[in-house]
């Protein structure tokens, strides 16, 4: 598997929530709680915003919050902002004992 | 503070080799690995390899095997990535970061801008 399998665009107006959902396999997303989530504006470099599964690094936003199931892991961001209009890409830790990134995606606030 | 500085933009030919840095500072260099993922134009993120400090291995994607080389030098705290036989598709935003625990790339460098021209 090149990639985790993730929606390429999501869209949602402020204050309401948005879920990206990550699909990976039991070799990476279903069997490791290593799953991660970076939010990526334009020009800049990817920012951590959730680690193993559903930990928030300090000083990120309690809007953000995750979970996993079974091979699938997902993001919701609620209360949405102008400022959250980024690209997101999930990662997980794979058998192989690499790292395997989504595809990314674009979330436009409207 | 935790500070990743890479070395600054290239260009070039189709053939040649690449070679990248990245200084760290502000934390112990030998307590946490170094990944890179790199960025083209427009594209996604993608994993390149890692210098782990969770087994003290160097693992490099498959698709770079054979002219990926993943290197650090503990005494300046400066991590390399040398790229080979450069292609036009290689053309991107090459970024480092530091790996905390298992997987997770909490500091980032600003990302070197490589460019491969045929």
């Known amino acids: 598997q090149s990639a985790l399998t993730q929606p390429a665009s999501v869209s949602g107006s402020p204050g309401q929530s948005i879920t990206i959902s990550c699909t990976g396999t039991s070799s990476d997303v279903g069997i490791y709680n290593y799953v991660s989530w970076y939010q990526q504006h334009p020009g800049r470099a990817p920012k951590l915003i959730i680690y193993e599964v559903s930990r928030r690094p300090s000083g990120i936003s309690d809007r953000f919050s995750a979970s996993k199931s079974g091979n699938t892991a997902s993001l919701t961001v609620s209360g949405l902002q102008a400022e959250d209009e980024a690209d997101y890409y999930c990662t997980s830790f794979t058998t192989m004992t690499t790292l395997i990134i989504g595809g990314g995606t674009k979330l436009t606030v409207l | 503070q935790v500070e990743l500085v890479q070395s600054g933009e290239e260009v070039k030919k189709a053939g040649a080799a690449v070679k990248v840095s990245c200084k760290a500072s502000?934390?112990?260099?030998?307590?946490?690995?170094i990944t890179w993922v790199r960025q083209a134009p427009g594209q996604g993120l993608e994993w390149m390899g890692w210098?782990?400090?969770?087994?003290?291995?160097?693992k490099v994607a498959e698709k770079f095997q054979g002219r990926l080389s993943l290197t650090t030098d503990t005494s300046t705290s400066t991590a390399y990535m040398e790229l080979r036989s450069l292609r036009s598709d290689d053309t991107a935003i090459y970024y480092c970061a530091r790996v905390l625990g298992i997987v997770d790339l909490d500091y980032w460098g600003q990302g070197t801008l490589i460019t491969v021209s045929s």
């Open positions: 210098n782990s400090a969770y087994n003290g291995n160097i």
């Open positions: 502000g934390y112990g260099f030998r307590n946490y690995g």
